[in-house]
């Protein structure tokens, strides 16, 4: 994240002593990226961040794949009955050797436990429902269409409030960035970003909390989860300051644009990371020639999947869609409107479709949970 954050109190020199009024020091972390060279805050905790109460156990995780016929596929998600919370009640739906992607309704079961992902970045799209999201850096609360970005490393919990909630969620094995080309050479978003600073929300620090007990954290690794009990509350920073920390960006904050004939998906360009675009179809005029076609042309992806979460609105250029579809157009066969979309789309001055685009680079497998809530008949909607 390209903005100086500072909460709570630091030292005016970095690497110096620092006690509190009975003169006990206070512990410096470095939490950083790409070894010591990339994005990094210094956090100084009141408990030495390295101490370990109990090694708990490991939970092997591994995603099952479906084997068979290549597809387009129509996942309807809002049939998963709601279930757990942020963490548990996830269930992934597809993923490669870059990202994680799925969905979640959680209920307003309050975690018992902190979470560390240590693999991965996370993007938590809320759809519906809303919540606060407290984490060691303080807290962010959030509601629908926020876009909740959690580098990995951060100790957080997240806790719904409404009962019907519904998530989209990506992990992701690499950071979560803004688009190189929405910044210039000091990290500021240029003029005609489609988002600037003021629409990032950043968390709010609060005071620390001193405790000592047995505190569950739950660690996420390459191929598990490793339960640990710590010593004293994962939230005892005093102060922090740098670059690395959650926030929030609303979809709603996102200003399309609009061109005089069909501008393509790198238009609504929101985020990247290594293998993968984020992109938010967000509700616009359509294209202002007099000849323009207003929904898309059938296009092929030859070396990407392109993996649609449909949010609100009426989704013009699909059929049979609903709020919580995704549909997944994979490389290899083209993929376009249906039959009569065309046609029935000329005129039409705008949509107030909201939808959250990723388009993978590698293929997707997709999760035999997926496969459960699959529209076999989806691949044979363009028969005419
Ligand atoms: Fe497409």
Same mark, same amino acid.
């Given at each position: 994240?390209?903005?100086?954050? !500072? @909460?709570?109190?630091?030292?005016? *020199?970095?690497?110096?002593?620092?006690?509190?009024?009975?003169?006990?020091?206070?512990?410096?972390?470095? /939490?950083? *990226?790409?070894?010591?060279?990339? /994005?990094?805050?210094?956090?100084?905790?009141?408990?030495?961040?390295?101490?370990?109460? #109990?090694?708990?156990?490991?939970? %092997? +995780?591994?995603?099952?794949?479906?084997?068979?016929?290549?597809?387009?596929?129509?996942?309807?998600?809002?049939?998963?009955?709601?279930? @757990?919370?942020?963490? =548990?009640?996830? !269930?992934?739906?597809?993923?490669?050797?870059?990202?994680?992607? @799925?969905?979640?309704? %959680?209920?307003?079961?309050?975690?018992?436990?902190?979470?560390?992902?240590? =693999?991965?970045?996370?993007?938590?799209? /809320?759809?519906?429902?809303?919540?606060?999201?407290?984490?060691?850096?303080?807290?962010?609360?959030?509601?629908?269409?926020?876009?909740?970005? +959690?580098?990995?490393?951060?100790?957080?919990?997240?806790?719904?409030?409404?009962?019907?909630? *519904?998530?989209?969620?990506?992990?992701?094995?690499?950071?979560?960035?803004?688009?190189?080309?929405?910044?210039?050479?000091?990290?500021?978003?240029?003029?005609?970003?489609?988002?600037?600073?003021?629409?990032? !929300?950043?968390?709010?620090? $609060? #005071?620390?909390?001193?405790?000592?007990?047995?505190?569950?954290?739950?660690?996420?690794? $390459?191929?598990?989860?490793?339960?640990?009990?710590?010593?004293?509350?994962?939230?005892?920073?005093?102060?922090?300051?740098?670059?690395?920390?959650?926030?929030?960006?609303?979809?709603?904050?996102?200003?399309?644009?609009?061109?005089?004939?069909?501008?393509?998906?790198?238009?609504?360009?929101?985020? =990247?990371?290594?293998?993968?675009?984020?992109?938010?179809?967000?509700? !616009?005029?359509?294209?202002?020639?007099?000849?323009?076609?207003?929904?898309?042309?059938?296009?092929?992806? +030859?070396?990407?999947? #392109?993996?649609?979460?449909?949010?609100?609105?009426?989704?013009?250029?699909?059929? @049979?869609?609903?709020?919580?579809?995704?549909?997944?157009?994979?490389?290899?066969?083209?993929?376009?409107?249906? %039959?009569?979309?065309?046609?029935?789309?000329?005129?039409?001055?705008?949509?107030?479709?909201?939808? $959250?685009? $990723?388009? =993978?680079?590698?293929?997707?497998?997709?999760?035999?949970?997926?496969?459960?809530?699959?529209?076999?008949?989806?691949?044979?909607?363009?028969?005419?």
């Amino acid at each position: 994240m390209a903005i100086y954050l !500072r @909460g709570g109190k630091v030292p005016a *020199r970095r690497h110096t002593q620092f006690k509190d009024a009975n003169g006990k020091h206070y512990y410096e972390e470095l /939490i950083s *990226r790409l070894g010591f060279s990339d /994005i990094y805050t210094n956090a100084y905790h009141i408990h030495m961040p390295t101490r370990v109460a #109990e090694v708990g156990e490991f939970h %092997p +995780v591994k995603y099952e794949a479906v084997s068979g016929a290549h597809r387009h596929r129509h996942m309807k998600t809002f049939a998963l009955e709601p279930q @757990g919370n942020w963490l =548990t009640g996830r !269930r992934p739906l597809m993923f490669n050797k870059d990202i994680v992607l @799925g969905t979640a309704s %959680p209920t307003n079961e309050a975690p018992d436990f902190h979470f560390k992902n240590a =693999t991965a970045d996370e993007m938590l799209f /809320i759809h519906r429902g809303k919540g606060r999201m407290e984490s060691m850096f303080g807290t962010l609360d959030f509601g629908e269409g926020d876009y909740i970005i +959690v580098p990995r490393g951060v100790i957080y919990k997240v806790k719904f409030e409404s009962d019907e909630s *519904r998530m989209f969620y990506m992990e992701s094995f690499g950071p979560i960035d803004w688009p190189k080309h929405f910044r210039n050479q000091y990290g500021q978003l240029v003029e005609d970003a489609p988002y600037c600073e003021r629409d990032i !929300r950043l968390p709010e620090f $609060v #005071e620390p909390i001193d405790q000592t007990g047995e505190f569950p954290i739950r660690i996420r690794l $390459v191929n598990g989860v490793q339960d640990y009990l710590w010593g004293h509350h994962p939230f005892d920073l005093v102060g922090y300051d740098g670059y690395y920390y959650p926030w929030i960006f609303n979809i709603r904050d996102y200003m399309p644009k609009v061109g005089q004939l069909h501008l393509p998906p790198p238009s609504h360009l929101t985020f =990247t990371g290594p293998g993968y675009v984020v992109c938010s179809f967000c509700p !616009r005029p359509f294209d202002f020639d007099e000849k323009a076609v207003p929904i898309p042309y059938a296009h092929s992806n +030859v070396d990407s999947d #392109e993996v649609l979460y449909y949010v609100e609105g009426n989704f013009m250029s699909r059929k @049979g869609i609903e709020h919580g579809s995704i549909t997944l157009h994979p490389y290899g066969i083209p993929h376009g409107p249906q %039959p009569g979309l065309l046609e029935k789309s000329l005129g039409k001055k705008g949509t107030n479709e909201l939808a $959250v685009m $990723v388009d =993978t680079f590698a293929a997707l497998n997709v999760s035999t949970l997926a496969d459960q809530i699959d529209d076999a008949g989806y691949p044979y909607s363009w028969q005419y």
